[in-house]
């Protein structure tokens, strides 16, 4: 059973460049989550995509966007990159369960690091 | 008032001693709740979850939610040095977006 995969997994960038990064759910997973974790903190959700559609989103600029596609995978996109933007960015899949509902349990992929100079 | 708060800690114990981690958030409309555990430079591995009022035991670890109270705690018991990790609290408040906490770091002394 193949768990949440994302690539790359580290990267370095210069100001005011482009990354995308790329992540597959767990096999059964329909719902895609990012997350930013800087250093010493939690993760922080940047948004959420479930039917190739953006359900909601964090507080994060609109220099950040994201895709999801019809076999659930999906990539993030964060354009004129800032130092700031330096962190380990999570990718996690989760599910609708039978009973339509969602729980909020979150599986994580091993995560891309970014670095921006 | 930030929505997931924990002690940042860090918070060192000997092993085989009791490992009490706690959390508390700001939403009561919170469903459920989860602990993860991080390792140094991986990513966060959900090792308990729990939606209603009480304990629930698993292994050596037992949760604790109450909802008056709006407290989730993480005890682990006969700590070991491998525990050694950071643990994430989380809630999800339902739609689309689980919160989580800064984390607990937790050092098991040998």
């Known amino acids: 059973d193949a768990g949440v995969t994302q690539s790359p997994t580290h990267l370095i960038k210069t100001r005011g460049q482009q990354v995308t990064l790329r992540c597959s759910p767990k096999?059964?997973?329909?719902?895609v989550s990012w997350y930013q974790q800087a250093l010493g903190q939690g993760p922080q959700f940047i948004f959420q995509y479930y039917e190739e559609e953006e359900r909601q989103r964090g507080n994060f600029p609109d220099r950040f966007s994201g895709h999801q596609f019809p076999n659930y995978s999906s990539e993030l996109n964060v354009n004129a990159l800032l130092l700031g933007d330096s962190a380990l960015y999570l990718c996690?899949?989760?599910?609708?369960?039978?009973?339509?509902?969602?729980?909020?349990?979150?599986?994580f992929g091993e995560g891309s690091r970014l670095t921006v100079l | 008032q930030k929505e997931v708060e924990q002690n940042s800690g860090p918070l060192s114990v000997p092993e085989g001693a009791i490992a009490s981690l706690n959390c508390t958030y700001s939403?009561?409309?919170?469903?459920?709740f989860f602990w993860y555990r991080q390792y140094s430079g991986k990513s966060p591995e959900l090792i308990m979850s729990?939606?209603?009022?009480g304990d629930k035991e698993d292994g050596r670890f037992t949760a604790q939610l109450n909802k008056a109270s709006q407290y989730v705690s993480l005890l682990i018991r006969d700590s070991q040095p491998s525990d050694s990790a950071t643990y994430l609290c989380?809630?999800?408040?339902?739609?689309?977006?689980?919160?989580f906490g800064a984390g607990t770091r937790l050092f098991v002394k040998a």
């Open positions: 096999s059964g997973h329909d719902t």
């Open positions: 729990i939606y209603s009022n």
């Open positions: 989380a809630v999800y408040t339902g739609g689309f977006k689980t919160i």
């Open positions: 939403d009561r409309v919170s469903q459920s």
């Open positions: 996690a899949s989760s599910l609708v369960g039978r009973s339509g509902r969602r729980t909020g349990e979150l599986f």
